[in-house]
């Protein structure tokens, strides 16, 4: 369920209104810091913040999983290039020292590596990028059954996509997505534009109603998804 704060700013996007979300800045933990440097859950946090309402703003090192915890200073260390001196950062002597980890944990290492946070990050943009619906759609959390799996429908005209998510270490089996009303119609064949399955064919009622629908009958751990809907003629 999303925040109270959050859910409250949601009439005012049907205004013409955008705000600005985040998930860290420079004086909070770092996200890697939060989920014990568990790259998964990193990805899982980076797709609900980049399919979410609102313009979104990256906090620099947050795309390759740097670490950084109080005092404000070990937040705000130097950017983790490369894995050479200095983190490719700077030949000199930066005013705070670069974290240790930068040998492993830099944006040459995470570049071509297709299952890299780095990679993740850039392939949602990319989605964001390419589909109006991700970026200013229609906003509809939608019921799971599972406090563990995460699921919210984008609707931009005839463009719809599904998020899916099993924030789960386990697989999940016990969901069901239910929505009361939507704009959708019909039948609905599911293309996932992220992640890999043989989806089922969502069918809503005459309100847009969803009611009882397992697109995927195993969500694997960590599993994330961005899913295109197209109406079935």
């Known amino acids: 369920e999303l925040p109270a704060a959050f859910q409250a700013q949601l009439p005012y996007f049907s205004n013409g209104f955008r705000m600005g979300t985040f998930l860290r800045n420079h004086d909070m933990a770092r996200t890697m810091v939060s989920f014990g440097g568990d790259p998964e859950k990193a990805k899982s946090a980076a797709t609900i913040f980049l399919t979410s309402p609102g313009i979104p703003f990256i906090y ?5 999983g740097m670490n950084g915890d109080k005092p404000d200073e070990m937040i705000r260390t130097p950017m983790q290039w490369t894995g050479l001196s200095g983190a490719g950062f700077t030949t ?3 005013w705070e020292a670069v974290n240790e980890d930068y040998i492993s944990i830099n944006v040459a290492a995470q570049t071509d590596d297709a299952s890299s946070l780095l990679s993740h990050y850039r392939q949602i943009i990319a989605l964001r990028n390419q589909y109006s619906a991700l970026r200013t759609g229609e906003y509809y959390s939608v019921e799971t059954g599972n406090r563990r ?8 005209g005839d463009q719809a996509i599904l998020i899916l998510i099993n924030l789960a270490n386990s697989e999940s089996t016990d969901y069901a997505l239910s929505l009361e009303s939507s704009s959708l119609r019909g039948e609905y064949q599911l293309t996932p534009l992220l992640g890999d399955g043989e989806f089922t064919n969502l069918i809503c009622g005459e309100q847009g109603e969803i009611t009882g629908y397992i697109p995927l009958a195993n969500l694997p751990a960590n599993g994330n998804y961005i899913i295109l809907l197209e109406r079935v003629p």
């Not at 620099?60 to 390759?64: A, K, Q, T």
């Open 149 to 156: 799996v995460y699921a919210v429908l984008r609707i931009d």
């Open 60 to 64: 620099y090192g947050e795309e390759i």
């Open 92 to 94: 000199g002597t930066p």
